[in-house]
Every structure is written in C-alpha cells, then in structure tokens.
C-alpha cells in the first residue's frame, strides 16, 4: 500500500493537499521453466530415496533445466513437496515440489524418480551327481542342492526347472538338471547339475568260426576252438573258455568246449559251445594163429 500527497499551489501562493492512496497486490504465482529429469537408481527399497530439495537453489541444481522466477521477489520463495510412492518392483515415486511466494501464491513441478531391481542373483552350479554300478535311478530333484545363492537385495528363491534329454558316449548317460535362482523382483538365472550314470542292457556277443562234429581221419591234431567276443560298452572281450574231455568209450574220443561272459552290468552273453569228436587209434592190430 502507498500513500501519496498531492500539493496544489495557485499564482496568489496559496495552496491545498489531497492524500491519494494506491495499493499494489501480486496475484501472479512464480513461473517455473524447464523440467527436472525423471531418474532411475539401482536398489531395493525406498530408503534410497535421495533428500528432497528445500531451496530454489537446490531445486534447480537437480537433474534437468529447470529455472524459477517470480515478479516480485524471487529470494522469498518456499520450496515444499509431497510424495507419492507406488509399486514394488520397480518402485515409483512422484515427487511433487511447490514453490510459494510471499503472497502465497504457489505452482508446482513434479520429479519421477524410480528405485528398481535389475541386477540378477548369482549362484554356483551344483555338483554332478555320479551313480555308482549300472542303470540307476537318479534322485528327485531337490533344490537344497542349491547352496551358495545370493542376491543383492534379499535371499532368491531357488526351483526346479527341468530334467533335459539325455545324451550318450557309449555306455555313459548324462542328463543335465535345470534348476532357476529368482529374486523378489523376478530376475532369474538358472544353473544346471550334470546327472551321470552307466545304462547297459544289451547282452554281450561271443563268436566263433568253428563247428562242432567229428574230425576227419585217425589220430588228428585236436586244437582248441577260438572264440571272440564284443560287447557294446566294454568292446572287444575275451570269453572265459572252459572245457570237459577229452573223454573216450573205446577209441571214439570227444571234447567240448564251453564260452562264456558276463559284462560290468551283469548282461551275461548266450553261452557258445563246440564239441569235437575223433577216433584215437595208435595201437597196432595183432594176427594170431593156431
């Protein structure tokens, strides 16, 4: 509010005043140009959530361009705010800033700044399980096998996630088991445990190129029959060879020879055997006479 006096003064020196009074009022609120950069900060919860600014001096220092003016007296100026917090993952804060001048007159900015989990949990693959002996049953999955599971903002969930196909190099078997580490915020990692074992169930082959039956002629050189054997997991083998004889009736003489073989699995081979039959004679006859 002003007041003013007015003086008149006329040619004779005489005089006069009149009080006029004028009165100034701001009704225009502060001009805020420019915006403030929404922000995003790695992390779990909301005790990241940086200071709010209390000045226009800190207000405009923040991330962005934002610039505050008032017409009358901008060094008078109040900054306040308010939050508005929602979700979890990720978390949003809308901050609200209102800058009020010395008339009260106020405008508002607003400020995104988001708190959120990116980052995923870390663990170390299980050890393989080896089965012992042949065609085994692997356990059922358990994710306590899982044992080493970090994460930055908490302790992740560990699951199953399946049992691959299983792949084989000769007799051994391996199936990779998947298992997924998860945290709170839904970031995920899998690690796997190899699942090894030996699966056989084929009977091992013995094999000969002899024939059983009689020898031709007298007194023949008898030799043993050979025998191979291959089997799908142990290869080549060599049959455990037994044999019964010679035995005769007179000079009819015979000998058998019995193959056999049982692999690591207990897969036993069809038993091969050879039976020879000769006449053994080295005694001279005798002539006699009356």
């Given amino acids: 509010i002003y007041r003013l006096v007015l ?61 505050i003016t008032d017409d009358c007296n901008a060094t008078n100026l109040v900054v306040s705010h308010s939050d508005n917090v929602t979700g979890n993952c990720p978390i949003v804060i809308v901050r609200t800033y209102t800058i009020t ?27 393989d399980i080896v089965l012992t002996g ?77 024939t059983s039956g009689p020898l031709s002629g007298c007194n023949p050189t008898v030799t043993a029959p050979t025998f191979t054997g291959l089997d799908n997991c142990d290869g080549v083998f060599d049959p455990v060879v037994t044999t019964a004889g010679p035995s005769n009736s007179g000079c009819a003489f015979t000998q058998t020879w019995n193959a056999n073989y049982t692999d690591a699995c207990g897969n036993s081979a069809t038993e091969v055997n050879i039976t020879y039959t000769w006449t053994q004679d080295t005694e001279a006859p005798v002539i006699s006479t009356t």
């Fill in 101 to 127: 001048d010395a008339c009260a007159n106020h405008t508002n900015t607003t400020h995104t700044i988001t708190i959120d989990d990116t980052t995923p949990p870390a663990a170390s693959n299980p050890s």
């Fill in 134 to 210: 042949c065609n085994g049953t692997f356990p059922a999955p358990d994710p306590l096998v899982v044992t080493d599971e970090t994460d930055n903002c908490g302790t992740p969930a560990v699951a199953w996630v399946s049992d691959g196909t299983p792949t084989m190099t000769g007799c051994i078997e391996t199936t990779i088991r998947t298992y997924s580490v998860t945290d709170a915020c839904g970031n995920s990692i899998n690690v796997s445990q190899n699942l090894i074992r030996t699966v056989d169930t084929e009977a091992p082959v013995i094999s000969t190129t002899a």
């Fill in 7 to 67: 003086t008149v003064t006329d040619n004779n020196g005489c005089n006069g005043t009149a009080e006029v009074v004028v009165m100034v009022e701001d009704v225009k609120e502060p001009v805020i140009s420019g915006t403030l950069d929404n922000i995003t900060i790695e992390g779990c919860d909301i005790t990241l959530l940086p200071q709010a600014a209390t000045t226009v001096e800190e207000l405009e220092a923040l991330p962005g361009n934002i610039t």
